[in-house]
């Protein structure tokens, strides 16, 4: 196992090895105001390129992102910003992991938040799970569960590696 993390604690990146396959496992709790959005998007970034030289890692990254991709889709109540600067910076990341949303992948138009605040109501979702598109077609499933305890609700992604298929010569 190869692991980084900032001395902020807002992320980690881990290299492991399971069976035959390689993954890059990224958290990251990010910051809220969108100056410091940046600035841990911008060590994220260069922490990545320690990570993966030999390009055999599959990405799955997540965390509490403190942000959202869609005012629409991902927001309900108050009044939603989307914060421009940092998702370019976090769709450079995306870009370099060629990696997506795929809870968005899975279900396109369904409103599901995963953060919750009773007054003002508001709900958005923060937090997210993206895979490589090399992972994809082996991820099981990918749910947003209800929170009991916490304002914020839990994401769990099954994969099945085990499930390659077999695809013949052609």
């Known amino acids: 196992i190869k692991q980084s993390k900032d001395s902020d604690g807002r992320f980690l990146i881990l290299e492991v090895d399971i069976d035959d396959d390689k993954f ?6 990010n ?7 940046l600035r841990v998007l911008d060590l994220l970034l260069s922490k990545l390129d ?3 030289e030999d390009g055999l890692c599959r990405p799955i990254f ?5 942000l ?7 927001s309900s109540g108050g009044n939603p910003t989307l914060k421009r600067r940092s998702l370019a910076k976090l769709m450079k990341i ?4 060629d990696a997506h949303d795929i809870f968005r992948i899975r279900y ?3 409103k599901r938040f995963t953060f919750c605040r009773k007054r003002p109501a508001i709900q958005r979702r923060l937090d997210y799970i993206f895979t490589a598109n090399s992972i994809q077609e082996f991820v099981d499933s990918v749910k947003i ?6 304002d914020h609700s839990p994401l769990v992604i099954k994969v099945n590696m085990n499930s390659k298929i077999n695809r013949g010569k052609y």
Not at 24 to 29: A, G, K, V
Not at 62 to 66: I, V
Request: no cysteine; net charge negative.
């Open 94 to 97: 995306l870009d370099k992991l």
């Open 108 to 110: 396109p138009t369904l």
């Open 31 to 37: 910051a809220n105001t969108e100056t410091e959005q």
């Open 145 to 150: 569960l209800p929170s009991f305890m916490s």
């Open 24 to 29: 890059l496992l990224i958290n990251l709790y």
């Open 62 to 66: 997540g965390g509490d992102l403190n």
């Open 50 to 52: 320690q990570h993966d």
């Open 68 to 74: 959202i991709f869609d005012s629409i889709l991902d």
